[in-house]
């Protein structure tokens, strides 16, 4: 499970890890955030009529340095 997480979220894993967090406390930290960063990663909320057509978990405390990630993503569609 840490392995695919980090896989959507590497810098945070490498960054909580680097900080001393164990295997179990990074997952806990990281697992809901990834699932919603790949779902906006890969363009599941790319064409949405409005914010009322989003799925209520689509939503996760997120940095910039993650959203400037996600826009990117967009920008190259």
């Known amino acids: 499970h840490c392995l695919s997480v980090r896989a959507v ?3 945070e894993i490498d960054c909580d890890r680097g900080h001393g ?3 179990k406390i990074t997952l806990l930290r990281n697992y809901w955030k ?3 960063k790949q779902e ?3 363009g599941k909320y790319s064409n949405i009529p409005s914010q009322n057509s989003l ?3 689509s939503m996760y405390p997120m ?3 993650t959203w400037g990630e ?3 993503a ?3 569609r």
């Open 9 to 11: 979220c590497q810098r």
């Open 21 to 23: 967090y164990s295997w």
């Open 34 to 36: 990834s699932k919603v």
């Open 40 to 42: 906006w990663l890969s």
């Open 55 to 57: 799925p209520e978990k």
């Open 63 to 65: 940095d910039v340095d």
């Open 70 to 72: 996600i826009l990117e």
């Open 74 to 76: 967009e920008l190259e």
